[in-house]
């Protein structure tokens, strides 16, 4: 995703305004793109003027979220998923879309075991947490996603660092040129950052995010919302999100924005 996908829709919105993108705002794993985009396509980095990130996500190590129990087996549920044809995790599909409305969208005690669900993946928030959006979320949460990413996640937990995919010791050799994958530089990245980060964040836990921060030489912003319970979710769904978070991060736009240029 930060090598192709998110590098060609911004050059895309590059080449049709005939300007640089004002700012591009990653929640979670667009968080994670936008670490590999600086780190490996700087040609594309220079596009944007400013990274904000809400729930940074490059270090993985001090999640608290029970989904770290899974790591250990990431690449047998990807072999498995495999030879069942499938190379996706938790898809939009007929099954899973039955399995969320059977769980989520029946009776109130089916909407109430739903959010708790939500709560022990993403930290517990019952007060920032408006239940009646809990259709709307479910219809589009979870969204699927690649069971590589899965894997790559896992090895992240396992290993500390904030790397490239690992394939194991021979192909490592044939890939990287050496037995171990390389770490991301961010050492000599020049965009702008900003990071929004939550002390009952499950899935983006502060020591991580403080040692992303030491690593990003730019960081014009770094914030940690004023509400100990907020947590990965709220930074999208949050009652008072607009008040915590978002002043904020218009705020810092504002301020990136030249007066004789238009932000696009």
């Not at 590999?36 to 220079?46: D, L």
């Not at 944007?48 to 999640?63: G, N």
């Given at each position: 995703m930060?090598?192709?996908?998110?590098?060609?829709?911004?050059?895309?919105?590059?080449?049709?305004?005939?300007?640089?993108?004002?700012?591009?705002?990653?929640?979670?794993?667009?968080?994670?793109?936008?670490?590999?985009?600086?780190?490996?396509?700087?040609?594309?980095?220079?596009?944007?003027?400013?990274?904000?990130?809400?729930?940074?996500?490059?270090f993985?190590?001090?999640?608290?979220?029970?989904?770290r129990?899974?790591?250990?087996?990431?690449?047998?549920?990807?072999?498995?998923?495999?030879?069942?044809?499938?190379?996706?995790?938790?898809?939009?599909?007929?099954?899973?879309?039955?399995?969320?409305?059977?769980?989520?969208?029946?009776?109130?005690?089916?909407?109430?075991?739903?959010?708790?669900?939500?709560?022990?993946?993403?930290?517990?928030?019952?007060?920032?947490?408006?239940?009646?959006?809990?259709?709307?979320?479910?219809?589009?949460?979870?969204?699927?996603?690649?069971?590589?990413?899965?894997?790559?996640?896992?090895?992240?937990?396992?290993s500390?660092?904030?790397?490239?995919?690992?394939?194991?010791?021979?192909?490592?050799l044939?890939?990287?040129?050496?037995?171990?994958?390389?770490?991301?530089?961010l050492?000599?990245?020049?965009?702008p950052?900003?990071?929004?980060?939550?002390?009952?964040?499950?899935?983006?836990?502060?020591?991580?995010?403080?040692?992303?921060?030491?690593?990003?030489?730019?960081?014009?912003?770094?914030?940690?919302?004023?509400?100990?319970?907020?947590?990965?979710?709220?930074?999208?769904?949050?009652?008072?999100?607009?008040?915590?978070?978002?002043?904020?991060?218009?705020?810092?736009?504002?301020?990136?924005?030249?007066?004789?240029?238009?932000?696009?």
């Amino acid at each position: 995703m930060g090598v192709y996908d998110l590098p060609a829709m911004i050059s895309y919105i590059t080449h049709m305004t005939s300007q640089p993108l004002h700012s591009y705002i990653g929640h979670s794993m667009g968080t994670t793109a936008s670490y590999v985009m600086v780190a490996e396509r700087p040609e594309i980095a220079q596009m944007v003027r400013m990274i904000i990130s809400l729930a940074p996500t490059a270090f993985v190590k001090h999640i608290k979220s029970p989904i770290r129990l899974l790591a250990p087996f990431a690449e047998n549920l990807q072999k498995i998923l495999h030879l069942l044809g499938e190379d996706e995790v938790l898809p939009h599909s007929t099954v899973t879309n039955f399995l969320k409305k059977l769980i989520c969208n029946m009776t109130r005690i089916q909407k109430e075991i739903c959010t708790n669900l939500i709560f022990l993946l993403c930290g517990f928030d019952r007060e920032q947490f408006d239940i009646t959006l809990l259709p709307i979320i479910m219809n589009n949460y979870p969204a699927g996603s690649s069971t590589k990413v899965l894997v790559h996640f896992a090895q992240e937990h396992k290993s500390g660092k904030f790397r490239q995919y690992d394939y194991g010791r021979e192909k490592n050799l044939l890939i990287y040129n050496a037995a171990e994958p390389p770490d991301y530089n961010l050492a000599n990245v020049t965009t702008p950052f900003a990071l929004f980060y939550a002390e009952n964040d499950w899935l983006s836990s502060v020591l991580d995010v403080k040692k992303l921060i030491d690593l990003l030489p730019n960081v014009v912003d770094e914030y940690k919302v004023p509400f100990p319970k907020f947590n990965h979710l709220d930074f999208l769904w949050a009652v008072d999100a607009p008040k915590l978070v978002y002043e904020r991060v218009l705020k810092i736009m504002k301020t990136m924005t030249s007066v004789d240029e238009p932000c696009y």
